[in-house]
T-cell receptor, first 110, second 116 residues
């Protein structure tokens, strides 16, 4: 079993929909949680960073961390075709290497 | 552009050849990471530096791989005697420590390696 599990998708939604992306993890020591967006053949781009449990909002993006359930989520409101990309969750137990999920491919169609 | 840069962006080589990649981090970042990403997978940690010191190496990093960061600035990743299984995207990231709140890693565009 991988330390971080993420549904690879693809997830296809119409423009304007609310998108929910999720990851589960097994290591209870993880306390730093990130979401990255990766366009095809590009490097990952940091979207959201959360320390410990709770919610964080940035524009159309909301990140949630539930450490008791070992479950993190990223919500995208009013999704746009430009949001079509692979979304990677990543986490760390201290201030060094990140453990990534496999990524969920999202397609937003007009 | 003050982001992380990587060169070359693409490399095609024949099995058995040596290749070297370069990463230039964001200037004020003292940590530099190397990851490898294969198709349909998330990046996997290879190694990282704090300033010029290499602090950790993954067991994925066989003895054919070597990384350096002279003077704590740019870093190079060399693969000797390449194998077809080395074909992947090699990603570099640099990071800024946020005190007790961890760090944020910023990735470069990657070097895509194809071993024939």
């Amino acid at each position: 079993q991988k330390e971080v599990e993420q549904d690879p998708g693809p997830l296809s939604v119409p423009e304007g929909a609310i998108v929910s992306l999720n990851c589960t993890y097994s290591n209870s020591a993880f306390q730093y949680f990130m979401w990255y967006r990766q366009y095809s053949r590009k490097g990952p781009e940091l979207l959201m960073y959360t320390y410990s449990s709770g919610n964080k909002e940035d524009g159309r993006f909301t990140a949630q961390v539930d450490k008791s359930s070992k479950y993190i989520s990223l919500f995208i409101r009013d999704s746009q075709p430009s949001d079509s990309a692979t979304y990677l969750c990543a986490m760390s137990d201290n201030t060094d290497k990140l453990i990534f999920g496999t990524g969920t491919r999202l397609q937003v169609f007009p | 552009d003050t982001g992380v840069s990587q060169n070359p962006r693409h490399k095609i080589t024949k099995r058995g050849q040596n290749v070297t990649f370069r990463c230039d981090p964001i200037s004020e970042h003292n940590r530099l990471y190397w990851y490898r990403q294969t198709l349909g997978q998330g990046p996997e940690f290879l190694t990282y530096f704090q300033n010029e010191a290499q602090l950790e190496k993954s067991r994925l990093l066989s003895d054919r791989f070597s990384a350096e960061r002279p003077k704590g600035s740019f870093s190079t990743l060399e693969i000797q005697r390449t194998e077809q299984g080395d074909s992947a995207m090699y990603l570099c990231a640099s990071s800024q420590i946020l005190g007790p709140f961890g760090e944020t890693q910023y990735f470069g565009p990657g070097t895509r390696l194809l071993v024939l």
